[in-house]
């Protein structure tokens, strides 16, 4: 059973950036893909990026050229840099990895104020 956890949240300026991180207590490139959500009250969940295990990004219209998905394999983490943030990227954003079976972190706040 593998264990996601979020960290890198926090409140800043529009304009400003922020880097998430998804940590797993397995092996992040055993995963066939991994991805970054996010959700607002009252809505649905959204895809904000994905990485498949080749490495292949994807990207949501509304980040395309300001957020990159990445992976880091010293630190085993996934990453999310989030660069010329908008009042309308406050989120919580949670960390999704699938193998077999789908796992979900427990989700980080993210609030672009000013």
């Known amino acids: 059973q593998a264990r996601l956890v979020e960290s890198g949240g926090g409140l800043v300026q529009p304009g400003g950036s922020l880097r998430l991180s998804c940590a797993a207590t397995?092996?992040?490139?055993?995963?066939?893909?991994m991805a970054w959500y996010r959700q607002t009250p009252g809505n649905q969940r959204e895809l904000v990026a994905s990485?498949?295990?080749?490495?292949?990004?994807d990207y949501a219209d509304a980040v395309k050229g300001r957020f990159t998905i990445s992976r880091d394999r010293g630190r085993n983490t996934m990453n999310l840099q989030m660069n010329s943030l908008k009042p309308e990227d406050t989120a919580v954003y949670s960390c999704?990895?699938?193998?077999?079976?789908?796992?979900w972190g427990q989700g980080t706040n993210v609030t672009v104020s000013s």
């Open positions: 397995e092996n992040i490139f055993s995963f066939s893909v």
């Open positions: 990485i498949a295990g080749g490495g292949s990004t």
């Open positions: 999704y990895a699938h193998r077999g079976v789908g796992y």
